[in-house]
């Protein structure tokens, strides 16, 4: 009896850890990115009673090598107060034929309120320098203000 059920379990067991190992997301397909991450940077926020500064997200700049993309994502910190939350978010993405074709592929931009990231934005990024601006506001209500701001300039330039 014990051989019988074992027999039926196992493979049971296999798949379903299986199907969990394939379901838990890459690091860049967690945000909708494809190829590796590149860099990351930090977004300062600062504490408007005492002028402080406090850390609650951070760029993600993905390149897939093998399309010439570039993608790059505002994503909060786990753990974090508000995450999960609603809050204004903005991130800006460009490369640098921007200023020489205003056209399709060379910038994108998502803002909002986001629980968790916003992005993915995606731009053309083989032998170009990729430019970010990402905004953070660390509040609930509805005002849209923002009290974090990072720049990334001239970065992963093939």
């Known amino acids: 009896m014990f051989r019988r059920v074992l027999s039926i379990m196992l493979p049971i067991a296999v798949v379903t850890a299986s199907q969990a190992a394939a379901s838990t ?3 860049a397909g967690a945000y909708g990115c494809s190829g590796s991450q590149v860099g ?4 300062p926020l ?5 002028g402080g500064t ?9 390149y897939d090598a093998s399309t010439g993309w570039n ?3 505002l994503a ?15 991130i800006h993405l460009w490369n640098s034929r921007l200023a020489d074709d205003n056209v399709k592929n060379n910038k994108d931009s998502d803002s909002g309120r986001f629980k968790y990231y916003a992005g993915p934005v995606r731009v053309y990024g083989k032998n170009l320098c ?3 601006h990402a905004l953070h506001g660390d509040h609930t209500g509805p005002e849209p203000g ?8 001239g970065v992963a330039c093939d």
């Open 46 to 50: 600062r504490d408007l009673l005492t």
């Open 130 to 132: 990729i430019y970010i």
């Open 71 to 73: 993608c790059a994502v």
């Open 76 to 90: 909060k910190r786990p753990g974090q107060a508000r995450y999960g939350e609603r809050t204004p978010m903005a």
């Open 40 to 43: 990351s940077w930090a977004v």
């Open 25 to 27: 997301p890459a690091n």
């Open 54 to 62: 406090y850390y609650r997200s951070d760029i993600k700049l993905y």
């Open 146 to 153: 923002y009290n974090g701001q990072r720049q990334v300039l």
